[in-house]
């Protein structure tokens, strides 16, 4: 019987992270550097400084996998916890021998205190901390398994309907991610790239529209991989 002694290649980890949560790209390292396939993958949180082969263990569990075969895009998905706290995050792999990676770390990242778009009355928070306009951004870009849309309500739009739907490139509305009526502050929605049926979207480019009263509206481009 062989010793196996040579672990996963280190991934390069790139992170996505809305107003409560936060997605994860990268390429799926292998058994032994990039040959062969993988065993499972961890994403472990520190809200005490940089996840590090150090105390990668001692740091908490955020999310864990089975990986994409070697080479081939990968992702995972978290919570951003506590306000105003610094979450740093920290990937690593290993073999069916336990042979771990090194750690790919990134933050830190942090949670504001002004709650989520409809999420209470605007007068309970701080008017600085609020949009000074609608906005909204497209995370995980080409996306492959979810993306990551923020997007942000105004003080000077409290009141008035909004809805964040998904469009194809013939017009046609393919689902409505989020409506209701505007409590300024921030939000974010994570697309499953599925349709109203619930079945995955093809391949293409879709356009994330947000409405907000009868005039105001914002369009971002999502491109969708397989």
């Known amino acids: 019987m062989l010793f196996d002694a040579v672990p996963p290649s280190t991934p390069t980890l790139t992170a996505f992270p809305g107003f409560a949560d936060i997605g994860f790209n990268w390429t799926s390292p292998g058994d032994d550097g990039m040959t062969g396939d993988a065993a499972r993958w961890e994403i472990r949180r520190s809200t005490t400084g940089p996840v590090t082969n150090s105390n990668f263990f001692q740091s908490t569990v955020a999310t864990q996998g089975v990986p994409a075969p070697s080479g081939q895009p990968d992702a995972g998905e978290t919570l951003i916890t506590g306000c105003n706290v610094n ?9 069916e021998a336990f042979n771990w990676s090194s750690v790919a770390s990134v933050g830190p990242f942090k949670r504001p205190c002004v709650g989520c778009a409809g999420d209470g009355p605007s007068s309970q928070r701080d008017p600085s901390a ?8 497209v995370g995980d870009n080409p996306a492959r398994f979810s993306s990551s849309l923020s997007y942000g309500l105004p003080l000077s739009r409290g009141g008035q309907p909004y809805r ?6 013939a017009g046609r509305e393919v689902r409505v991610l989020a409506s209701g009526t505007v409590w300024p502050g921030w939000g974010n929605v994570r697309w499953d790239l599925s349709a109203g049926d619930g079945l995955r979207v093809p391949s293409g480019i879709y356009f994330a529209k947000l409405f907000v009263g009868a005039t105001e509206s914002v369009s971002r481009r999502v491109v969708v991989v397989r």
């Open 164 to 169: 964040l739907s998904i469009y194809d490139v």
């Open 130 to 137: 609020l949009p000074s306009a609608v906005q909204l951004s």
């Open 87 to 95: 979450n740093y995050f920290g990937l690593r792999v290993r073999d």
